[in-house]
């Protein structure tokens, strides 16, 4: 069944001669549970394009469709609304708000959407990601591995339909890179969460169930991994 889908999106930034075309044309589908990589050479779109899956920009044409309804079709508000509760957006550089602890962290959409916090899926989330013991520690007491693993645990615990993630080992070290991704990975297979990462790391890539290559806004190829 699919989850997604995304239907002859472009994305064209300014006008007349300065117009850039970030996307061009891109439709693919996502199934739910899906481990999707997305690879492209810097400036090829992919970032744009995870920003429109995500409600974070709006396309110029086309839509992306999230369980059969047109994200698009919602007010700025309620879009708000849909991020906090559909997506779950993991960046490069973390986000973490320095004044909050790992808790307040992880929590925090939950709490802006005046929500009780599901406190067995925290605690499972704090196992998982190995962060137990430092449930009250600021992101500066964080090595950089221990603040993407709490990024990744605030993007999971509202239990999101999909999952983006955006060069989310990116800023860390071969070791640390290697872990976030086996987290990701066990996240996909765990909670059958659906997740699509933005990458230009051939090893990031072959974790994944299914490979799209976007080139010049296009996708350029879309392959299914054995």
Excluded at 17 to 43: K, N, P, R
Excluded at 49 to 63: A, C
Excluded at 142 to 160: C, D, T
């Amino acid at each position: 069944m699919n989850i997604l889908e995304v239907e002859h999106l472009t994305r064209v930034y300014g006008s007349g001669d300065t117009a850039v075309t970030a996307l061009d044309d891109v439709s693919f589908s996502v199934e739910a549970g899906e481990f999707i990589a997305i690879i492209g050479s810097s400036g090829s779109g992919k970032s744009t394009l995870m920003h429109l899956m995500g409600g974070v920009d709006r396309p110029t044409s086309g839509t992306v469709k999230l369980q059969g309804q047109d994200i698009f079709a919602r007010s700025d508000e309620q879009l708000a609304v849909f991020r906090r509760r559909e997506v779950g957006l993991v960046y490069q550089f973390y986000n973490l708000i320095p004044v909050l602890d790992v808790v307040e962290n992880m929590t925090l959409p939950v709490l802006m959407d005046g929500r009780t916090i599901n406190e067995q899926r925290l605690s499972a989330l704090m196992r998982a990601l190995g962060l137990t013991g430092r449930e009250h520690y600021l992101p500066n007491q964080l090595s950089g591995g221990q603040q993407q693993r709490v990024a990744i645990g605030r993007a999971l615990m509202n239990a999101p339909s999909v999952v983006l993630a955006d060069e989310p080992t990116g800023n860390l070290d071969s070791r640390n890179s290697a872990e976030i991704m086996n987290l990701l990975r066990a996240s996909n297979k765990q909670f059958k969460q659906t997740l699509i990462v933005i990458t230009h790391g051939e090893d990031v890539a072959l974790m994944a169930d299914r490979v799209i290559a976007i080139e010049d806004g296009r996708v350029v190829s879309d392959e299914r991994r054995a």
